[in-house]
């Protein structure tokens, strides 16, 4: 069973940049999809970006606001996910999430990942 840890996030000004990590303890990490979910107040979590297990094949959710602004690498020797946010708006505020689990394919809802970390705040201000 592997045991998610986020760390990075932070208060940062509008146009600002912010790496998040998802560090992986447990388990063959390589062998897990990872993906960073957000939940702003009041919102429903919402999936951001994924990437599939034993690759660096990326998977975008629905919000065009984070596409260009947004990605994902994974550091298997580090058993670690990074989530780059460049260019910052207010409306990215939120608790990031990651989650994992172990599927053939790559989930995009909630209900499919099987581990989540703590989550990790993000605030952006204008």
């Known amino acids: 069973q592997v045991r998610l840890t986020e760390s990075g996030g932070g208060l940062v000004q509008a146009g600002g940049s912010l790496r998040l990590s998802c560090a992986a303890s447990g388990g063959t990490f390589r062998t897990y999809n990872v993906g960073w979910f957000r939940q702003a107040p009041g919102k429903e979590r919402e999936f951001v970006v994924g990437v599939r297990q034993n690759s660096e094949i990326k998977y975008y959710g629905d919000s065009e606001s984070v596409k260009g602004r947004f990605t994902i690498s994974r550091d298997n020797a580090k058993n670690t996910v990074y989530l780059y946010m460049n260019n910052l708006k207010p409306n990215d505020t939120a608790i990031y999430y990651c989650?994992?689990?172990?599927?053939?394919?790559?989930?995009?809802?909630?209900?499919?990942?099987?581990?989540w970390g703590q989550g990790t705040q993000v605030t952006v201000s204008s």
């Open positions: 989650a994992a689990d172990e599927s053939l394919y790559m989930p995009q809802y909630r209900s499919e990942f099987d581990y």
